[in-house]
């Protein structure tokens, strides 16, 4: 079963008068949604390999939403299995000449954190990451996953690889802990409730989608908004949030954290293994 998000144009009234012609003049997809930019070119090998493979036809991709004509349901599917689990990608598809769907999934950051959420609301989002701030601005949400394997300086008080909150980027700063790392400030910020949200990656900071989480429209959230920063800085305990306390290490890995540690280079580390 597959959650859509349909734009307010896409109502009982319009299905059955567009046409793939008036979606590519931008007529049947307007008012706020507009096709997102941000990834948008990744995603056009998929879309040109799944119509050469299922025989859809896919309008130009210059139109303000891609755009497809399939022959059955069943195809329509993958399509929105594909768009609502891929960041930026959207598409509008036709069966026949009606419409079927009109399809866009909400990119987000997606970081593991060691921080609670009362710290979170305190810092004004949060800390302090290793990303590419002009990446981190484009992205409308951050959602924040709970990492409880990180000690307890963090005040964690979710479950372990819970997503628990939903935050509003409005900037991103130099962290005041760490200037060569990021705060990803928020504007508002919603309370969920998701669990095993993680996929395993070691790497604490990934892009992904809102629909990951089972949100098809963020305005359905109960938004709050973010609470004054406080007057005076006070010094708090802190650790590196790319820590994820010890678990399977692969060789290269175990090299490349020697190296770093020690101060030499990987190729004069070697791992000797005796069963």
Same mark, same amino acid.
């Given at each position: 079963?597959?959650?859509?998000?349909?734009?307010?144009?896409?109502?009982?009234?319009?299905?059955?008068?567009?046409?793939?012609?008036?979606?590519?003049?931008?007529?049947?997809?307007?008012?706020?949604?507009?096709?997102?930019?941000?990834?948008?070119?990744?995603?056009?090998?998929?879309?040109?390999?799944?119509?050469?493979?299922?025989?859809?036809?896919?309008?130009?991709?210059?139109?303000?939403?891609?755009?497809?004509?399939?022959?059955?349901?069943?195809?329509?599917?993958?399509?929105?299995?594909?768009?609502?689990?891929? @960041? =930026?990608?959207?598409?509008?598809?036709?069966? +026949? %000449?009606?419409?079927?769907?009109?399809?866009?999934?909400?990119? !987000? /950051?997606?970081?593991?954190?060691?921080?609670?959420?009362?710290?979170?609301?305190?810092?004004?989002?949060?800390?302090?990451?290793?990303?590419?701030?002009?990446?981190?601005?484009?992205?409308?949400?951050?959602?924040?996953?709970?990492?409880?394997?990180?000690?307890?300086?963090?005040?964690?008080?979710?479950?372990?690889?819970?997503?628990?909150?939903?935050?509003?980027?409005?900037?991103?700063?130099?962290?005041?802990?760490?200037?060569?790392?990021?705060?990803?400030?928020?504007?508002?910020?919603?309370?969920?409730?998701?669990?095993?949200?993680? @996929? =395993?990656?070691?790497?604490?900071?990934?892009? +992904? %989608?809102?629909?990951?989480?089972?949100?098809?429209?963020?305005? !359905? /959230?109960?938004?709050?908004?973010?609470?004054?920063?406080?007057?005076?800085?006070?010094?708090?305990?802190?650790?590196?949030?790319?820590?994820?306390?010890?678990?399977?290490?692969?060789?290269?890995?175990?090299?490349?954290?020697?190296?770093?540690?020690?101060?030499?280079?990987?190729?004069?580390?070697?791992?000797?293994?005796?069963?």
């Amino acid at each position: 079963m597959f959650l859509v998000r349909r734009t307010p144009q896409a109502s009982s009234k319009s299905r059955g008068r567009s046409s793939p012609r008036q979606v590519q003049n931008g007529t049947a997809a307007q008012d706020g949604a507009k096709a997102p930019r941000l990834f948008a070119r990744r995603h056009r090998k998929f879309f040109r390999l799944f119509a050469k493979k299922t025989g859809a036809t896919f309008c130009r991709d210059r139109a303000p939403w891609p755009c497809f004509i399939i022959c059955s349901r069943s195809i329509g599917t993958i399509l929105i299995e594909y768009v609502l689990h891929h @960041p =930026g990608a959207c598409a509008v598809i036709f069966l +026949g %000449t009606q419409l079927m769907d009109i399809l866009m999934s909400h990119p !987000s /950051l997606v970081v593991l954190t060691a921080r609670g959420l009362a710290r979170l609301l305190d810092e004004g989002g949060t800390q302090a990451w290793r990303l590419k701030p002009e990446n981190a601005r484009r992205l409308p949400f951050c959602v924040c996953v709970q990492n409880r394997h990180n000690g307890h300086w963090g005040n964690a008080d979710q479950e372990h690889h819970q997503a628990f909150l939903v935050g509003r980027i409005s900037d991103v700063v130099p962290s005041p802990e760490r200037p060569d790392r990021y705060l990803v400030q928020f504007s508002e910020y919603a309370r969920i409730d998701h669990p095993n949200a993680w @996929p =395993g990656s070691r790497n604490p900071v990934r892009y +992904g %989608t809102l629909e990951e989480f089972g949100i098809t429209d963020p305005e !359905s /959230l109960e938004w709050h908004p973010m609470p004054p920063a406080p007057s005076g800085t006070t010094a708090r305990d802190t650790q590196d949030e790319d820590h994820d306390g010890f678990g399977p290490l692969t060789i290269p890995e175990a090299k490349a954290g020697l190296a770093l540690g020690l101060g030499v280079p990987e190729t004069s580390i070697e791992i000797i293994i005796r069963y």
